[in-house]
């Protein structure tokens, strides 16, 4: 069986340092670097298989492919896909867990590092001349600290939270965790989300954005947080209100944030963060090395082989 297949986003998941094209001894492939929202319907009318990353696939565009019988995630979030009215339409919808487990998790410890070890700041200084002003053999221009006997608290507790509980152990710290699904793990601690807030000197969000964490990160979340603490977020943007966390950080409640995610992206020029202090802000990239996208390209054409012989894999709806 050749498919139709069509791919909508394909620059969010290559910098042209991946090759898509093995996805052809499925069918006929059609590529398209992005799709703007009007484009989609006529776009994917003919489709059998829809591959997409961000692309929106709502009723209006789910009624408009007609022979659509898979959705293929280059993700594994898929709160932009109707997965309720799809399958009403017996279209499977997969996704891609699993495949940036290590490399969000080394973004999450990228940001902690920094922060506590200033690097960045510290290579600011030396570069602007402060190193060579000085009159000793090192300055202390700027603190840091060390995380052994730091707590950090992790927010979801799957595959990245796990990951990175592993990584704070590496470094002495005690890890606690709020998860909303009860679990064994000896080596954490499971508390309550206020707990959560009060004792993390570094708090990690690794956790779906769905109707239950929409903005769970709010002023009323980061004014219960630990003054000086630390906030991550490398889930999805809205899982926070940024105007929250903006004035935590200008009111010096919170020492500083690693963001990795918005609520409108790319970033809006009146988006809160951009002149938030201390904030570092990366562009939706902690899943992108080129290692973890080859591993989801295999994820994808494993889910699309597994669907054509009738037993999907990754099935969301």
């Not at 829809?50 to 929106?56: E, G, H, Q, S, Y």
């Not at 470094?171 to 993390?200: G, K």
């Not at 903005?215 to 630390?230: I, L, V």
């Amino acid at each position: 069986m050749s498919l139709s297949i069509v791919l909508t986003d394909c620059s969010t998941v290559s910098a042209n340092d991946l090759d898509l094209t093995s996805l052809e001894r499925f069918g006929k492939v059609t590529y398209y670097s992005e799709t703007a929202p009007e484009q989609i319907a006529e776009r994917i009318k003919d489709a059998d298989v829809v591959i997409l990353n961000k692309t929106v696939l709502g009723k209006n565009e789910l009624d408009a492919a007609k022979n659509l019988k898979l959705i293929a995630l280059f993700a594994t979030g898929y709160n932009n896909i109707d997965t309720v009215y799809a399958r009403e339409k017996g279209i499977t919808v997969c996704n891609a867990g699993s495949y940036s487990t290590s490399a969000v998790a080394q973004q999450v410890f990228a940001y902690i590092l920094n922060h506590a070890s200033k690097v960045a700041d510290y290579d600011r200084d030396v570069k602007d001349g402060a190193w060579i002003r000085s009159r000793l053999f090192c300055f202390f221009s700027r603190p840091t600290e060390e995380l052994a006997g730091k707590t950090l608290g992790i927010f979801g507790y799957g595959a990245i939270g796990k990951r990175v509980a592993e990584i704070a152990k590496a470094f002495e710290m005690r890890v606690i965790v709020t998860t909303r699904t009860p679990q064994i793990d000896a080596s954490v601690e499971f508390v309550d989300f206020e707990t959560l807030l009060c004792e993390s000197d570094y708090l990690s969000v690794n956790c779906p954005l769905n109707e239950s964490t929409k903005e769970k990160f709010n002023s009323d979340a980061f004014a219960k947080m630990k003054k000086g603490a630390y906030f991550i977020n490398t889930a999805r943007g809205g899982v926070i209100n940024e105007q929250a966390l903006a004035d935590a950080l200008a009111s010096g409640r919170l020492a500083g944030a690693g963001i990795d995610v918005l609520t409108s992206e790319p970033m809006r020029e009146d988006c809160p963060l951009c002149s938030a202090p201390n904030t570092t802000i990366t562009p939706h990239v902690a899943w992108a090395p080129l290692q973890t996208r080859e591993r989801l390209l295999s994820i994808v054409e494993d889910n699309i082989e597994h669907f054509l012989i009738g037993s999907p894999k990754n099935v969301v709806n």
